[in-house]
């Protein structure tokens, strides 16, 4: 081989590598950073279209508000955003798009939805209605958390049920967190003190907790929940405690969490599910109702199918077809 053939090969070859490296090496991406994908399959702007017709009348606010109201927007806000809609006058499909997504933005109103996890460890618990998703979101949760370099040990609290901790010990594996787990039937509490000890004794930087969906009684569930906040919670308090809901249960929603509400103090909401469901306008009608900032979104039953709410960007996708 000449010399400057020689030189072309060991050129490409440091440029592989370093490409190679540098793939490797790449700056991980943090949960904050990430742009939801398509988060909901509304069809809100079709819908405009077909309701805006030749201009608006008043067959197209009533169109407007059915539409709303079918993606689970909620009937207050439908009324304040139908409202404010109007107020703008808009004269052509684009401008009552615009408008429109200027008004369900404003319900978004900016609201701090970064995840505290300030602790060493950070504590966060994770409650919901059985099924919404929570044991899959922890799992989510512990592979975005360690992308980022952050290393994590997951309590199966749920003692509950019976495959709870196994389900959770899975996840565990897959994702490469250790699981602090009990006896079925145990104290969760004892669970969740187990892994913040643990946790601790290893420097690792966040305890993820998983709990029970339901137990024999509301009070009995009040009091599990609100026991292992205050175990796991220690001196300091838990960081973050979030609550699942799944995206596609509908209105009644608010009535299956208040139970939640009253047992812990929840700091954020994580809305699963919304890959499913073309009424992805219950999470500005829940995050209004309760008053507490959406955080994440599951959008697929994958590990990697969990992402930072972002409201501009969800407006979009509602609006998108
Ligand atoms: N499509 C979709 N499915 C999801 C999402 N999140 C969770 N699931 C599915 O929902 C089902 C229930 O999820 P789990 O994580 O077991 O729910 P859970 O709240 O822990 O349930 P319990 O422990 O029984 O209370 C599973 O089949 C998950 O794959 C999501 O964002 N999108
Ligand atoms: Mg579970």
Redesign the pocket.
């Known amino acids: 081989m000449e010399l400057p053939e020689l030189t072309v090969v060991i050129g490409l070859i440091v440029l592989a590598v370093a490409g190679l490296v540098a793939l490797r090496w790449r700056t991980p991406t943090r949960i904050d950073d990430i742009e939801p994908a398509v988060t909901s399959q509304a069809g809100l702007g079709a819908a405009l279209r077909r309701v805006w017709g030749q201009g608006p009348d008043e067959g197209t606010w009533q169109g407007l508000e059915e539409m709303l109201l079918a993606a689970d927007v909620g009937v207050g806000t439908t009324e304040r955003v139908i409202e404010g809609v109007r107020e703008a006058r808009p004269e052509s499909f684009d401008e009552a798009r615009e408008a429109l997504a200027g008004q369900l933005m404003a319900e978004l109103a900016d609201r701090d939805r970064r995840l505290h996890l300030r602790g060493s460890p950070a504590v966060v618990l994770v409650v919901g209605v059985?099924?919404t998703g929570?044991?899959?979101t922890i799992a989510k949760l512990a592979r975005h958390l360690m992308d980022e370099g952050r290393s994590v040990v997951l309590a199966a609290a749920?003692t509950f049920?019976a495959a709870?901790g196994e389900?959770?010990t899975v996840w565990g594996e897959r994702v490469g967190a250790p699981v602090v787990t009990g006896q079925q039937g145990g104290d969760p509490a004892a669970v969740a003190h187990d892994a913040v000890t643990s946790a601790r004794a290893k420097g690792a930087d966040v305890v993820l907790i998983?709990s029970?969906?339901r137990l024999h009684s509301k009070k009995d569930l009040m009091a599990e929940l609100a026991k292992i906040h205050r175990v796991a919670g220690g001196d300091r308090g838990v960081d973050e405690v979030l609550l699942v809901i799944d995206a596609t249960s509908g209105q009644n929603v608010l009535s299956q969490v208040s139970v939640f509400m009253e047992a812990v103090p929840v700091s954020g909401l994580v809305l699963t599910k919304l890959d499913g469901t073309a009424r992805g306008g219950i999470v500005i009608s829940v995050e209004r109702e309760l008053d507490v900032p959406v955080k994440l979104v599951g959008v697929g039953e994958g590990v990697d199918d969990l992402v930072p709410f972002a409201p501009r960007s969800f407006v979009e996708s509602l609006l998108e077809v």
Do not use: I
């Open positions: 059985n099924g929570k044991t899959t749920d049920r709870a389900q959770l998983d029970a969906g």
